[in-house]
Each structure stands twice: as structure tokens, then as C-alpha cells.
């Protein structure tokens, strides 16, 4: 899951460039796009990896997972709509989700993974 997580930084670092660029919306789109796609396929496999090694705080963790898939969609469904959110807002969500996330909410389960698998915390 390390692996996993470096990536989705370096998918947000993208974006913040993106921004600081002022990139064209099309290279934006195709950038917020890869890492929905990229979050989605994560969040999944975290959770069947944290089925495997019966982590106790797993319904919790699968609610924050829960939340995060539904603010994706309501951003997604405003940029259809007549509310666009600003590059500047859906970053600041996602960096801060996944801040949060990753160096909070994660290290929650990081010792028993690392145990389940063999090696030492
Ligand atoms: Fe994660
Ligand atoms: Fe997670």
C-alpha cells in the first residue's frame, strides 16, 4: 500500500503543478480524472487487503472511504451542473483528504499489516 500512496502524492503534486502552470482545462481534466480513477482502484484494494488481515477498525475505515467516493461524485456531478467547483477548491479537497488520510486514518492499520505479512512493525 506504500507504493499506492506515494503514487496518489505524486498524482496531487501533479495537479498542484497543473494549477501553477496554468495548464489548459483539457491537461487538468485529464489529470483530476487519472487520479479519481487511480483513488477509486486504490480504496478498493485497501479494503479487500484489510478483510484479509481481519483489521478491527475495517467498517470505519471503509466509511471514510465511503465519504470520500461520495465527495468525489458531488464534485463530479457540480462540474456537469451549473457549479463548477474551482481547480482551487478540488484541490485543496483532495490534498487534504488525502494528507489526512494516508498519514492519519492508514497508519491506523500499517503495524498489523506489516505483522500479517511477516515482517516487524
Ligand atoms: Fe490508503
Ligand atoms: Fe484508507
Redesign the pocket.
Known amino acids: 500500500m506504500d507504493a499506492h500512496h506515494r503514487r496518489i502524492f505524486r498524482l496531487v503534486n501533479r495537479l498542484v503543478q497543473e494549477r501553477d502552470r496554468h495548464s489548459d482545462r483539457e491537461t487538468v481534466a485529464e489529470a483530476i480524472g487519472e487520479m479519481i480513477k487511480y483513488s477509486s482502484d486504490h480504496?478498493t484494494a485497501?479494503e479487500s487487503m484489510l478483510r484479509e488481515i481481519d483489521f478491527p477498525g475495517l467498517d470505519g475505515?471503509v466509511q471514510?472511504?465511503k465519504a470520500f467516493r461520495s465527495s468525489v461524485g458531488t464534485m463530479v456531478l457540480r462540474s456537469l451542473e451549473s457549479d463548477p467547483p474551482s481547480l482551487g477548491e478540488v484541490l485543496e479537497f483532495l490534498h487534504n483528504w488525502w494528507t489526512n488520510?494516508i498519514l492519519v486514518?492508514?497508519m491506523k492499520y500499517r503495524d498489523l499489516a506489516l505483522t500479517s505479512r511477516g515482517e516487524s512493525p
Open positions: 480504496l485497501e475505515h471514510l472511504h488520510h486514518e492508514d
